[in-house]
C-alpha cells in the first residue's frame, strides 16, 4: 500500500531534475537566513512558499502534455484580458501599474503570461507543424508582442523583456530562419535609439548607472556600486555565512529579494558562486536533454523555452547584480524570497517533468 | 507520398530541432562564462580594492575634537575657557522636512526665532552631512524631555559639546579676541595648507586676537575613533581609539587686574591704552576701549546684535589700540629733544626766546605755539616740561626730516611691532621718499616743521606710542611687544617661556636719556603739564602729554575746547613710565576726545602705577573720571 503511494508519488518526477533543484533551494535557505538577518520566519514563509511550489510542480508533473495543450489558449486569451483589466482598473504601485484587485486578492497578470505565452506559441507550433510556413512565425510573433505591449506599457519593462525572451526562444526552436534572425538583430539595433526616446526618465536613468554607476552612488547608482563591493570583498572563500559585512551593516539594498546573489558572493566567495553556477548549469543541462528528447513538437518547445528562459532569469540576475547589466526587477531564480516568482518557477520545470516523464505514454 | 518522406522530414526536423537546441545551449554557456569571468575579475583581481570599500563602508573614522586650549592671564585668571553643555543638533542630510522637524521640536525644546534665524545662517553656510545646532545650552528638563520623544526624531540628536567662554569679554575682547564656526573659505585655506585632517570634526576656528594669532597652538590634534557602522550610520561598536591631545595653554603678560584698572579708569572714554614692561616688551595691559561682548560671536553673532556692534558710532569692533592711527602730538618731544642732543643739534643750555610763534626764513606763515604770546626763555629740559612747540619747530627744520625718520625709526615709528595679535597698521612716519612715492611731490621745509611737534603727516598707533615709550625707558633698545609669556603643552605640562626679542639697539649716551628723562619726570611735577598725574606717588614717574587734532583749526583761530562738538575735540596722549630711575611699566594711553592729556589721560596712567607698582587698587577711579569729564560740558 505504501509501496503504491510512493510509486504514485515519485511516478512522474524527474529524479534527477529534482536532486538538482532541491540542492539549489536549500543553498538558497541557507542564503536567505543570512541575507534576511537570521529572521527565521522569513525563512520559514519561504519554506511554505516553497511547499506550495513543489505541489504544484508535482501536480503540473502529472498532467500529460496533451492536456497541457488543452489550457495553453484559455491561458493566453485569460491572461490577455486581465493584462486589459490592469491597464484599464489596475492599482498602481511604486508608479507603475501592474497589479489587478480581483476581490479575494490581488494578482499580477503579467507573472501567468510568464508560461501562457509559451504555452500559446508552442500550442500555435503544434497545431501547423505539417505544413508552417514564414506567415505562421508572423502571427506566433504577434501572438508574442501582444502581451510583452501591455506589460511593457504598465511599465514593466523586465518582465515584457523576459517574456519576449521565453516567446522568441519558441520561434528560435520552431525553425525561424536564421536570416530572419539577423534581420530582426539588424533592425533591433537601428530601432534603439527610438527606443531610447519611448522610454521613462527612471528606465534612461538605469542603463546610464550601468556605465558609470559612480555618477550618482547614493542615488541609482548605490544598488549596483554596493552589490559588487559585496561580491568584490568576498574573494574566493568568501567572509563566512552570516559573516558578510556589506550585507549585515545593512549596505546592500534588497538583499533579501533580487541583490540575494550578492550576499552569496560576499559570505561564500568565489567558490559559492561557482556552486550555484554549476547547479545552474546542472538543471539546464537536464532541461535541454529532456528537450531534445520530447516526442512532439509541443513538447520540445514548451521544454526548450522553459530551459532556456530559466538560464535568461540566472543570467540576467546575476548579471545585474555583477554589474554588467542594467538594474531590473528580476529575482535569482530558486534563491530569491518571494513566493509568485517561486511558483512560477517550479510550475515550468513541473511541466519540464511532465514532458520528461510522458515521453513514452505519447503516442505518435 | 508514402510515409517514407514523411519520416525523413520527420527526422531531418529533429535534427534541426537539437541543432538549435544545441546553439541555445551553448550560447547560455557562454553567458555564463562571460558571468564567471566577471566573478573571477571582482572576486580575485579586484579583491583587495572592493576590500578596501567594504571596509571604509563598515568602519567609519569619528573624530574626537580637542579640548581648545586656555588662555590666562599672568596669575592664571581664565580668559578664555572651556565648559560642556548639551546641544540639540540636527543633520539636514537626514531629515525629510526640515521645516516641520523644527517645529515639531519647539513643542519639547524652546526654540525662539533667534535660535532659528541662526540655524537658517549655519544651514547656508554648511558643509553637507554636517550636524549643525538647533539649540545650545540645554536644561535638564529639556534634556529629559527630548530623550523621552526621541523615537520621533531621526537626524536629530543631543550632543555633548565644548563650548568656549570668554569670562572678561568685553575687558579683554580685542587681545583674546574670538573664535567663530568654520566656513568654506577656512576650509579652502586649511585645505591648501594641509592642516585639513586635523580639522576633521572641529567646528570652530580662532577669528581675531591670541585665539587667531595662537590657532595652531590652542587647536590641539585630533583624535580618531574607528567605529564599525550600518548603512545608516548607526555606531554597532568601537574598533579603536585614539585619543586627541588637547591643545595648547596659553599664558599672558598681560595682568587681568591691571586691565581692570585701566578699564574702569577710562570711564566712559573711549580710546586705547597699552602697558608694557620695557626690559622685555612683554604686554602687561592691552585695551581698546569700547570692547564688545565676544561670547557674542563663538555660535556665530546673530544679525541684530551684529548690526548694533558695527553701526555704533562708538566703533567697539575696532582695535584701536594697533588698527587706530592718530598724530602722536607732543608725546614725540622727548624723542625729538633726543634726537637733537645725539645728533648734536642742541645742547642742554642752548635755549631759544619763544614770542609764541615760529617762521621760516623768507616766509610770513607763522607756525604757532599752543601758548599765545610764547613761553619766553625756553631750553631742552622746559621745552619738555612746558610742552613748548616753537623750540621743537626750530629743531626738526635743523635735524631736517631725513635725520628725524633715521632717529625715529629706531623707536619703532612707521613699521608694525611685530606683536603677536594680527591686524597692526603700521602708522606713518613720514619721509621724503614717501611724499615722493605718495603724492609724487618733493618734500618741503614746511613739512618738517609739523612733523617736528608729532603733527602733520606723522601718524602713529597708541601700541606704537607705547613700544616707543618702553625703549625710552629701556635705554635705547627696542624690544618687541609680546603677549603670551609662556606655551604650556596640556599633556606633558611642560612649560615653554618665550624669550624677549631685542628688534633694534640704538646706542644713545646716557647723559643725554638722563637730561630727556628728567625733564619727563619735572612733567608729572608742579609746574609741568601733567603735574596732577604724579601729585603725592611716592614713586617718580617720566611722562610726556600730548594732543592730536581732529580737527584743524584755522590760521588766527583759537581752539575752545567748550564750542567743538564733542567728537570733533581733541584726543588726549600720554606717554609715561615708571619708577622714572628703574623703570618696570611703560605705557601709552589715547583719549578720543579727551582734550588734554594731563588732565584726562594722565590719572588713568596714575591709576595703572599704582596698582602696578603699589598693589594699590583705586578708591573711585571712574567716579575720578566722570568729574574730570564734568569739566568738559
Known amino acids: ?364 | 507520398m508514402t510515409r517514407r518522406p514523411e519520416l525523413r522530414n520527420h527526422q531531418r526536423d529533429l535534427y534541426y530541432f537539437r541543432l538549435r537546441l544545441t546553439v541555445g545551449g551553448s550560447i547560455a554557456l557562454f553567458l555564463f562564462l562571460i558571468l564567471l569571468a566577471r566573478f573571477v575579475y571582482l572576486q580575485i583581481f579586484q579583491h583587495e580594492h572592493y576590500q578596501t570599500l567594504a571596509e571604509q563602508n563598515r568602519i567609519s573614522i569619528v573624530p574626537i575634537v580637542p579640548n581648545r586650549g586656555l588662555i590666562l592671564d599672568r596669575n592664571g585668571v581664565p580668559l578664555a575657557h572651556n565648559y560642556t553643555a548639551f546641544t540639540l543638533e540636527i543633520t539636514p542630510s537626514k531629515v525629510a522636512n526640515l521645516e516641520q522637524t523644527i517645529t515639531d521640536l519647539s513643542a519639547l525644546v524652546e526654540i525662539s526665532a533667534k535660535d532659528r534665524k541662526r540655524f537658517k545662517k549655519l544651514l547656508d553656510e554648511s558643509r553637507n552631512f554636517e550636524t549643525l545646532p538647533i539649540r545650545t545650552r540645554l536644561n535638564d528638563v529639556e534634556i529629559a524631555r527630548f530623550a523621552a520623544n526621541r523615537y520621533r526624531f531621526a537626524g536629530v540628536e543631543i550632543k555633548a559639546r565644548l563650548f568656549r567662554h570668554y569670562p572678561q569679554g568685553e575687558i579683554t575682547s580685542h587681545v583674546v579676541g574670538y573664535i567663530g564656526r568654520l566656513n568654506d573659505a577656512d576650509l579652502q585655506k586649511l585645505e591648501e595648507s594641509g592642516d585639513f585632517p586635523n580639522y576633521r570634526g572641529t567646528n570652530y576656528i580662532g577669528r581675531a586676537g591670541l585665539e587667531q594669532s595662537y590657532e595652531s597652538e590652542l587647536h590641539g590634534t585630533t583624535g580618531f575613533e574607528e567605529v564599525e557602522t550600518d548603512a545608516g550610520g548607526r555606531a554597532v561598536r568601537t574598533l579603536s581609539r585614539t585619543p586627541p591631545t588637547s591643545g595648547d595653554n596659553l599664558t599672558l603678560h598681560l595682568d587681568l587686574k591691571l586691565q581692570q584698572v585701566a578699564e574702569q579708569a577710562f570711564g566712559d572714554f573711549r580710546g586705547a591704552l597699552v602697558a608694557i614692561e620695557p626690559k622685555t616688551g612683554g604686554v602687561l595691559a592691552y585695551l581698546s576701549k569700547p570692547g564688545f561682548d565676544t561670547n557674542l560671536f563663538v555660535d556665530g553673532i546673530d544679525t541684530q546684535n551684529w548690526e548694533l556692534l558695527n553701526n555704533s558710532p562708538d566703533k567697539p569692533l575696532v582695535n584701536r589700540a594697533m588698527h587706530g592711527q592718530y598724530p602722536p602730538g607732543s608725546t614725540i618731544k622727548p624723542f625729538m629733544a633726543l634726537a637733537g642732543l645725539e645728533l648734536n643739534k642742541r645742547t642742554p643750555s642752548f635755549g631759544i626766546n619763544d614770542p609764541g610763534f615760529f617762521t621760516l626764513p623768507g616766509s610770513s606763515h607763522r607756525y604757532r605755539d599752543w601758548k599765545v604770546g610764547g613761553h619766553g626763555f625756553v631750553d631742552l629740559h622746559k621745552s619738555i616740561v612746558i610742552s613748548c612747540d616753537t623750540y621743537y619747530y626750530g629743531l626738526a627744520v635743523e635735524l631736517g626730516i631725513d635725520n628725524i625718520f633715521g632717529f625715529l625709526s629706531h623707536f619703532g615709528f612707521g613699521k608694525k611691532t611685530g606683536i603677536d595679535i594680527e591686524g597692526e597698521r603700521t602708522g606713518l612716519l613720514p619721509s621724503q621718499a614717501w611724499k615722493m612715492k605718495r603724492f609724487k611731490q618733493k618734500w618741503f621745509v614746511g613739512d618738517t616743521v609739523s612733523v617736528g611737534i608729532g603733527q602733520g603727516y606723522f601718524l602713529a598707533t597708541p601700541l606704537q606710542l607705547a613700544v616707543a615709550t618702553a625703549t625710552l625707558a629701556n635705554q635705547g633698545a627696542q624690544m618687541q611687544p609680546y603677549l603670551v609669556r609662556q606655551i604650556q603643552n596640556a599633556k606633558s605640562g611642560g612649560v615653554t617661556p618665550i624669550a624677549p626679542q631685542t628688534v633694534s639697539t640704538l646706542p644713545i649716551k646716557a647723559e643725554n636719556l638722563e637730561l630727556v628723562r628728567n625733564a619727563m619726570i619735572d612733567v608729572t611735577r608742579p609746574g609741568g603739564t601733567a603735574s596732577r598725574a604724579a601729585a603725592g606717588a611716592p614713586y617718580a614717574i617720566a611722562g610726556k602729554t600730548g594732543t592730536a587734532q581732529v580737527v584743524a583749526i584755522k590760521q588766527g583761530e583759537k581752539y575752545v575746547e567748550s564750542r567743538v562738538a564733542e567728537r570733533h575735540r581733541d584726543h588726549a596722549l600720554f606717554v609715561a613710565y615708571a619708577p622714572a630711575e628703574n623703570p618696570t611699566i611703560a605705557l601709552a594711553i589715547l583719549v578720543e576726545n579727551g582734550g588734554h592729556g594731563g588732565s584726562t589721560a594722565g590719572p588713568i596712567a596714575r591709576a595703572m602705577f599704582d596698582y602696578y607698582l603699589l598693589g594699590k587698587l583705586p578708591a573711585r577711579a571712574a567716579g575720578a573720571v566722570e568729574e574730570e569729564e564734568g569739566e568738559h560740558d
Open chain 1, 1 to 364: 500500500m505504501i509501496r503504491r503511494l510512493w510509486l504514485l508519488l515519485i511516478r512522474h518526477i524527474d529524479g534527477f531534475l529534482l536532486a538538482a533543484l532541491s540542492a539549489t533551494l536549500l543553498f538558497g535557505l541557507a542564503i536567505l537566513y543570512s541575507a534576511s538577518a537570521q529572521d527565521l520566519d522569513r525563512v520559514l514563509s519561504q519554506g511554505v512558499s516553497l511547499l506550495v511550489a513543489l505541489a504544484v510542480m508535482w501536480a503540473l508533473a502529472n498532467v500529460p502534455p496533451q492536456h497541457l495543450m488543452r489550457i495553453a489558449w484559455p491561458a493566453y486569451v485569460l491572461g490577455l484580458l486581465l493584462l486589459l483589466g490592469v491597464a484599464l482598473f489596475g492599482d498602481i504601485s511604486h508608479g507603475a501599474r501592474r497589479w489587478l484587485d480581483i476581490g479575494v486578492a490581488r494578482i499580477q497578470p503579467s507573472e501567468l503570461m510568464k508560461i501562457a505565452v509559451p504555452l500559446m506559441l508552442a500550442w500555435y507550433f503544434e497545431k501547423r507543424e505539417r505544413s508552417m510556413r514564414l506567415s505562421d512565425f508572423a502571427v506566433a510573433a504577434i501572438l508574442l508582442l501582444l502581451p510583452v505591449l501591455f506589460i511593457a506599457k504598465q511599465p514593466d519593462l523586465g518582465t515584457a523583456l523576459l517574456i519576449t525572451a521565453s516567446g522568441f526562444y519558441v520561434l528560435f526552436l520552431a525553425g525561424l530562419g536564421w536570416k530572419v534572425i539577423l534581420g530582426l538583430g539588424l533592425s533591433a539595433a537601428a530601432f534603439a535609439p527610438v527606443a531610447w526616446s519611448l522610454m521613462h526618465d527612471y528606465q534612461r536613468q538605469r542603463v546610464m548607472t550601468l556605465l558609470d554607476p559612480a555618477q550618482d552612488p547614493l542615488g541609482s547608482g548605490y544598488h549596483i556600486i554596493q552589490s559588487t563591493i559585496a561580491l568584490g570583498s568576498g574573494g574566493i572563500f568568501g567572509k563566512g555565512w552570516l559573516k558578510g559585512t556589506q550585507a549585515h551593516l545593512e549596505f546592500l539594498p534588497e538583499r533579501h529579494t533580487d541583490f540575494i546573489f550578492a550576499v552569496l558572493g560576499e559570505e561564500f566567495g568565489l567558490f559559492g558562486i561557482l556552486l550555484l553556477l554549476t547547479l545552474y548549469l546542472l538543471i539546464i543541462a537536464r532541461g535541454l536533454y529532456i528537450t531534445s528528447r520530447a516526442a512532439t513538437m509541443f513538447t520540445r518547445l514548451i521544454a526548450g523555452s522553459i530551459t532556456l528562459t530559466f538560464g535568461t532569469y540566472a543570467f540576467v540576475n546575476m548579471g545585474m547584480v555583477s554589474g554588467i547589466l542594467p538594474v531590473v526587477g528580476v529575482p535569482l531564480p530558486l534563491i530569491s524570497f518571494g513566493g509568485t516568482s517561486m511558483v512560477t518557477m517550479l510550475l515550468g520545470f513541473g511541466i519540464l517533468m511532465s514532458v520528461s516523464t510522458h515521453r513514452r505514454l505519447v503516442k505518435h
